[in-house]
């Protein structure tokens, strides 16, 4: 009877651990991160009765939780690659919509200020018109400020939210390592037995971190999780986590860094890290915001040189030659706060329309200087000074090996850009010469196109006076002789030179067409008085269109254009790429619930399984029960 009790019992208390872990499932059914449990079950060792075995009953093996270590890393990396999109999407959005938007953006800024450089060029005498002209220049130099103080702004909150992840990622290995510990040593003290809940506490943890960083795992074989980011730096082994920290760019004080402690310190990891919304935020910055704000300042720095280049060609009402109407604007550079020796660097906007808008890195090897394009990694070496893309840059000073600097030419040039210019008067409308034909000529002669290429040698001496001779070149050979300016005599042949023949002299250019007689005689001279000549502010105006950035192959509305397309494509491919991940989670979240979810329709008929068996195992005792009385009954007959 002993052997009948215990079976029934064995079974009572292997049912009430199956009961008592469904209605655990069944509990736990809206707990985030909770994967179902089971008991199984195990037949006792039988006993030797004679000649055969005889089964003692069941006994509870383990309570293990249903999980799927596949479906579990797919959820984590969809988690980290959604995660980053989404976050990625975000920041680009905000910074599409406001280079977009008409009421903020710069194109309305800008056509309404070539606009009003056509109104002066109507009417290039008009105090009024000269006056809107300024005034719009106001609100273009305005635009710029207000977009990169939103850039600015934006810099900002990508530090805020790099602190932010950053303590939340440390937070989260802080209590993967204790959970480890915990996992380590309740399955110690359980002969083996997996601690279901302490790993289910666990795995949330790690798959809150995938949410901030792309990450790997590891397990070891006393079922401790190794956790490593990036290129395989240890955030998490055994029992111990490791600290990452932000710190400060040692070359820009407004830039946040994420760095490990490494034998030197603290050691930059930023390039390495990837996935999730710190991954997603340093990509943003070094893939969308600081080109950005670096094309705006190359449209900001261009524009303010070209103009000012051809304003510089023209007179003003007085007479006086054109000044800049736009405040020069100059490269930024910084020092490495590490630098020990004596070293400085000074660079110079040679070319403006030669700039790319990268930024570069100065360093100093021991031997020599390495200046390398941070945009192309392209390098050059040497003493110094270093010409490229527009850029002087020179060296000054005794250097220390690992001595840097960092160059950004065009970083800062929205943030620069000012009218210089604030008296309607003093705009340079006019051109600067001005030609005439004698009214005694016998021929048809002209000379036209007149521009000025180089305004040092303004205002001329005296009248420029060109008079054609059939002998000006030797016998037979016609031209024009010139008086008044060296550079003549300047040959032309009416015979095949009638329909318009270009010529430079003295820092002007000009185009000599028609049939002149004998002595006729071209005149050039200083424009003086001429409140209604606009043919500088023509050309100011026709710089709008010209292609005179990157190089000559952009004109200012194509760098502004490039730059919204650029982030405008980027957003979308970023809100496409998180739609597509967004899905696909779903699909491994689902996959993965499919596997380690509650069904409450399953937990019910397992309730009523174990209820109907625990009810079996009890007649077993009773009849067990039942046998056992009547055997005492006989025994007292």
Do not use: C, W
Not at 134 to 157: I, K, M, P, T, W
Not at 209 to 227: H, K, P, Y
């Amino acid at each position: 009877m002993a052997d009948l009790l215990n079976i029934g019992t064995s079974g009572l208390l292997s049912l009430q651990r199956a009961i008592n872990t469904t209605g655990h499932n069944i509990a736990n059914v809206n707990t985030e991160g909770y994967s179902r449990q089971r008991v199984n079950f195990d037949t006792r060792a039988p006993q030797l009765h004679g000649s055969h075995y005889m089964g003692t009953g069941v006994a509870t093996d383990s309570v293990q939780r249903v999980y799927n270590q596949y479906l579990a890393g797919e959820v984590r990396e969809r988690t980290s690659s959604q995660a980053g999109f989404e976050t990625f999407h975000q920041l680009s959005s905000r910074l599409d919509n406001l280079l977009a938007d008409p009421a903020v953006g710069l194109a309305p800024a800008l056509d309404n200020f070539f606009g009003a450089l056509q109104g002066v060029s109507n009417n290039p005498g008009s105090l009024p018109e000269r006056e809107a002209l300024l005034g719009e220049a106001q609100v273009l130099a305005d635009r710029f400020h207000y977009l990169d103080g939103n850039f600015s702004d934006l810099g900002a909150q990508i530090n805020a939210r790099i602190d932010s992840a950053v303590l939340d990622i440390n937070a989260l290995a802080r209590g993967i390592a204790d959970l480890n510990q915990q996992v380590v040593s309740a399955t110690a003290t359980s002969g083996g037995q997996p601690p279901n809940d302490l790993l289910d506490a666990r795995d949330q943890l790690i798959d809150q971190l995938s949410a901030r960083i792309g990450i790997a795992t590891t397990t070891e074989a006393n079922g401790a999780v190794n956790v490593m980011i990036g290129n395989g730096q240890s955030l998490v082994v055994g029992f111990t986590s490791s600290q990452l920290q932000t710190f400060t760019d040692p070359l820009d004080s407004n830039r946040i860094l994420v760095g490990g402690d490494g034998p030197g310190g603290i050691t930059d990891l930023a390039r390495f890290l990837g996935g999730g919304e710190l991954g997603a935020v340093l990509d943003f910055r070094q893939q969308v915001l600081d080109p950005a704000r670096n094309q705006l300042g190359l449209l900001a720095t261009g524009m303010a040189a070209s103009f000012n280049a051809q304003h510089a060609l023209g007179v003003d009402l007085a007479g006086a030659a054109g000044g800049a109407f736009f405040a020069p604007l100059s490269a930024a550079t910084s020092a490495y706060r590490g630098n020990s020796g004596a070293s400085s660097v000074s660079v110079a906007i040679s070319d403006p329309l030669a700039l790319t808008g990268d930024d570069y890195s100065l360093r100093y090897d021991g031997a020599q200087y390495v200046l390398t394009n941070l945009g192309t990694n392209a390098t050059q070496s040497g003493a110094g000074p270093f010409i490229v893309d527009g850029l002087t840059v020179s060296t000054a000073g005794a250097p220390v090996s690992g001595d840097g600097f960092l160059i950004q030419p065009t970083a800062q040039g929205a943030a620069q850009f000012n009218v210089a210019l604030h008296r309607p008067q003093d705009i340079a409308a006019a051109a600067p010469l001005r030609s005439q034909a004698l009214l005694g000529n016998s021929g048809s002669a002209a000379l036209d196109s007149l521009v000025v290429s180089d305004a040092s040698g303004l205002p001329l001496a005296g009248p420029v006076t060109l008079s054609f001779d059939p002998d000006a070149l030797g016998p037979g050979v016609p031209g024009f002789t010139v008086a008044g300016m060296a550079g003549g005599p300047l040959a032309y042949d009416p015979a095949t030179d009638s329909a318009g023949v270009p010529f430079s002299l003295g820092g002007f250019d000009f185009t000599l067409s028609g049939v002149p007689g004998d002595g006729d005689s071209l005149i050039v001279e200083n424009n003086s008085g001429g409140s209604g000549d606009n043919r500088n502010a023509l050309a100011l105006a026709a710089l709008q269109d010209a292609r005179q950035l990157l190089g000559g192959s952009a004109s200012y509305q194509d760098v502004y254009g490039a730059l919204v397309a650029d982030v405008g494509v980027k957003t979308r491919q970023a809100e496409s790429s998180a739609g597509t991940e967004k899905a696909l989670l779903q699909q491994a979240v689902a996959a993965r619930e499919g596997v380690s979810g509650v069904n409450l329709d399953e937990e019910a008929a397992n309730l009523m399984r174990f209820q109907q068996a625990y009810q079996a195992a009890a007649q077993v005792i009773a009849v067990a029960d039942e046998v056992f009385q009547t055997l005492l009954n006989a025994t007292r007959r």
